[in-house]
T-cell receptor, first 112, second 112 residues
Framework: EDKVVQSPLSLVVHEGDTVTLNCSYE??????LLWYKQEKKAPTFLFMLTSSGIEKKSGRLSSILDKKELFSILNITATQTGDSAIYLC????????????FGTGTRLQVTL | DGGITQSPKYLFRKEGQNVTLSCEQN?????MYWYRQDPGQGLRLIYYSQIVNDFQKGDIAEGYSVSREKKESFPLTVTSAQKNPTAFYLCASTPGRGSGQHFGDGTRLSIL
């Protein structure tokens, strides 16, 4: 059974801090790992990672995958209050018809 | 604008009642998914469909039913057999394997 574990479960930081969110996984025939940001409603897509060691960046957010150690990290630099959300990690396998297995998420709160 | 529309946003169910949640997409995506999200938990897959007139059970299908008569529509029925239906329900779609999933804004279901 595919499994995704995220840590920490929740995090409170001050505006301007840098945070690192962790995602470890076990999946049969790994295809991709995805990060989503969920505020009040729909999760919004952040990154899809398929290859080890290649950092993906979007503004203050970046993510990298380690397929040997089976984990990914999501970094957010110079955090802002608008970064407050639940960050979800999901993995998909090649034989599972685009099914994703989600972790429980990390709840990030950025305070002034 | 292309996207996924879920309705209603809020739904209340009486004991012993079946209710149907709507999910419509105009993205021309082949695959559609239903997830359930409970507080403190990640998304859990209820049902998914890769093509019209075909669907498969996810991890928590008991007490739910779906249909896929049209490519753009994937309604979910929460039956009276689902004893703990209170949750946030998310519908998603994807164009195919290896692509990220796009989500609707969700339906919040509560028991009266």
């Amino acid at each position: 059974e595919d499994k995704v574990v995220q840590s920490p479960l929740s995090l409170v930081v001050h505006e301007g801090d840098t945070v690192t969110l962790n995602c470890s996984y076990e999946v049969t025939n790994f295809r991709s790992l995805l990060w989503y940001k969920q505020e009040k409603k729909a999760p919004t897509f952040l990154f899809m990672l398929t290859s080890s060691g290649i950092e993906k960046k979007s503004g203050r957010l970046s993510s990298i995958l380690d397929k040997k150690e089976l984990f990914s990290i999501l970094n957010i630099t110079a955090t802002q209050t608008g970064d407050s959300a639940i960050y979800l990690c999901a993995v998909g396998g090649t034989g599972t018809a685009s099914k994703l297995t989600f972790g429980t998420g990390t709840r990030l709160q950025v305070t002034l | 604008d292309g996207g996924i529309t879920q309705s209603p946003k809020y739904l209340f169910r009486k004991e012993g009642q079946n209710v149907t949640l709507s999910c419509e997409q105009n993205l021309n995506h082949d695959a559609m998914y239903w997830y359930r999200q409970d507080p403190g938990q990640g998304l859990r897959l209820i049902y998914y469909s890769q093509i019209v007139n075909d669907f498969q059970k996810g991890d928590i299908a008991e007490g739910y039913s779906v249909s896929r008569e049209k490519k753009e529509s994937f309604p979910l029925t929460v039956t009276s057999a689902q004893k703990n239906p209170t949750a946030f329900y998310l519908c998603a779609s994807t164009p195919g394997r290896g692509s990220g999933q796009h989500f609707g804004d969700g339906t919040r279901l509560s028991i009266l």
